[in-house]
């Protein structure tokens, strides 16, 4: 009973500190997506709630986060501000993470390659950067960074005095306030409350948020049709699959912290489920949000507690600091977004940019590039494409024929010797792949004089269907210069997948496979003889 009194006193003081550093997030989140504050206010109370009463017992703090609010962004100006539309995206997209929670896709989204995670991270950090210059300057906010940067020359020649003093004041205070002062609050509250009452005091004539309301949010019955489905889906796959690589890296960085293991599809799901009532709720869809899940733990956060607590806390402010939230000035929320945005940014790359091969650099670049000016779902599909190709690339490059003299046995070096080159003895360096076909087929084309070739391949990685085709190939190739090919496999995983396919076995003859290079030398001495 002790100790259960001590986990919950722990996880509500976690809960305080994790709904400290949400409020002020939510808030702009909200505005940057533009479904408004209150939508990221309400998302992040939704999916907290409901993950914390229905998902595992991990103290995974949920909401917002700023890779989603830039897709939701994307999404509203897709739909042409057309907010029914819109929510049938995000009904979509929860619908989507639900399906990706069944499938063993959570297990293999760590795979995706670091240059593409941080070409797209730093993209969204420079999305958010750029799309709220303007508001940070009194302009209007922008849906797309093309159209902001266009307008940059006008909204330059325009600056609104108040709005541009009052959002370099909070970036100071954001990016220089003492580390001493941030143990207790974080800074993005304190230059939230410090800037809204300086505003206020002086009446400065700034924008500021619209009335945010307590009411509980309704549910709303989203546009559906089926063109709407197929033009929209590649957003929602989109949407869906960030929230969900978001959770699960949460869920890695949260069981390092807490010494314990969290289930990827269980947690996957529950975000799923959790965003389907946010969408219906015209709500801010979100995941699991790395820095408030953190920040709890180091507070002693050790259950799913903490979420119900932060949702609870948060209901509580928005119930009695109604009237402080709608004077919130915009430009000290786009303060707040562009040093998210900042922290965002992957910047320990370029530590690391010297020593990068120039493939790795290359696809982070164009990750980057088109995630800021073209396309997020390109952005990611080219990346991983691109990032794969390059790999199998590097793999094939690695792949030769070793001949030889090439770090061979005297067994072999003789063998080939006493045969007079009659009996070569070739090893596969390497993955037999799609990739690597042409360099291993090319080395066939020309062995004069050879009458028996040993080709052993002692890599553990089966043989693809290119692969297969391709040892047909060399086999063809050999009896055209009337050469036997001994296949040698040390693996007894590809020995038996290739014991196994009769095409193979019909060209290249049921006693040409071996898993012992000596039995092979030795047939082929005997038949040479």
């Not at 390092?256 to 289930?263: E, P, Y």
């Not at 779902?377 to 190709?389: N, P």
């Not at 089966?462 to 055209?480: G, N, P, W």
Request: aromatic share 10%.
């Amino acid at each position: 009973m002790d100790k259960l009194k001590l986990n919950i006193k722990d996880d509500f003081f976690g809960a305080i500190t994790a709904s400290i550093i949400a409020f002020p997030q939510a808030l702009a989140f909200g505005v940057a997506s533009g479904l408004g504050a209150s939508a990221g206010l309400w998302g992040a109370i939704i999916l907290s709630l409901f993950t914390g009463i229905f998902g595992g017992n991990i103290p995974i703090v949920s909401g917002p986060t700023g890779p989603s609010s830039i897709i939701i962004a994307t999404i509203i100006l897709s739909m042409h501000n057309d907010i029914k539309s819109a929510i049938f995206v995000l009904l979509f997209a929860s619908i989507l993470q639900i399906i990706i929670s069944l499938t063993s896709i959570p297990k293999f989204i760590k795979y995706v390659p670091y240059p593409v995670i941080s070409g797209f991270l730093t993209g969204i950090g420079l999305i958010i950067i750029i799309l709220q210059i303007s508001p940070l300057l009194g302009g209007k906010i922008y849906a797309s960074t093309i159209e902001a940067i266009k307008n940059y020359p006008l909204l330059f020649s325009n600056i609104d005095v108040n709005s541009t003093l009052t959002g370099v004041i909070t970036l100071i205070i954001l990016f220089f306030m003492p580390k001493i002062i941030t143990k207790f609050l974080p800074s993005q509250l304190i230059a939230l409350i410090l800037m809204t009452c300086l505003t206020s005091v002086l009446n400065l004539d700034v924008e500021k948020i619209s009335s945010v309301s307590f009411n509980l949010p309704v549910f709303q019955f989203p546009n559906i049709s089926f063109n709407l489905i197929s033009t929209t889906f590649t957003l929602a796959l989109t949407l869906a699959f960030i929230s969900s690589s978001e959770s699960l890296l949460t869920g890695i960085i949260v069981d390092s912290l807490t010494k314990n293991k969290h289930n990827p599809k269980n947690l996957v799901l529950m975000q799923g489920i959790g965003n389907i009532f946010c969408a219906l709720t015209g709500s801010m869809n979100g995941a699991a949000a790395t820095m408030r899940s953190v920040a709890a733990i180091k507070n002693g956060s050790s259950t799913k507690l903490t979420q119900v607590f932060s949702a609870i806390i948060l209901i509580l402010v928005l119930l009695k600091f109604n009237n402080f939230i709608s004077q919130i000035p915009i430009c000290v929320l786009a303060a707040i977004l562009i040093k998210i945005g900042y922290d965002i940014l992957d910047l320990k790359v370029l530590k690391v940019l010297k020593h990068a091969p120039k493939d790795d650099l290359f696809v982070l670049l164009i990750v980057l590039f088109l995630t800021v000016f073209y396309n997020l779902v390109s952005a990611l599909g080219i990346g991983i494409v691109l990032a794969s190709l390059l790999y199998a690339k590097r793999l094939a490059d690695n792949t030769n024929i070793k001949s030889k003299n090439q770090d061979y046995t005297k067994d072999e070096i003789q063998t080939e010797k006493e045969s007079h080159y009659k009996i070569r003895i070739l090893h596969i360096d390497g993955q037999f792949f799609f990739g690597s076909i042409s360099q291993i087929v090319s080395h066939f084309d020309e062995l004069l004089e050879t009458k028996f070739v040993i080709l052993t391949y002692s890599s553990n990685s089966l043989l693809d269907m290119s692969a297969i085709f391709a040892l047909e190939d060399i086999i063809v190739r050999l009896k055209a210069q009337k050469i036997k090919l001994y296949f040698v496999l040390e693996n007894i995983e590809v020995y038996n997948q290739i014991k196994s396919m009769n095409d193979v076995i019909k060209y290249i003859g049921e006693n040409a496979i071996f898993n012992n290079e000596n039995e092979a030398i030795e047939l082929a001495k005997k038949n040479l003889k």
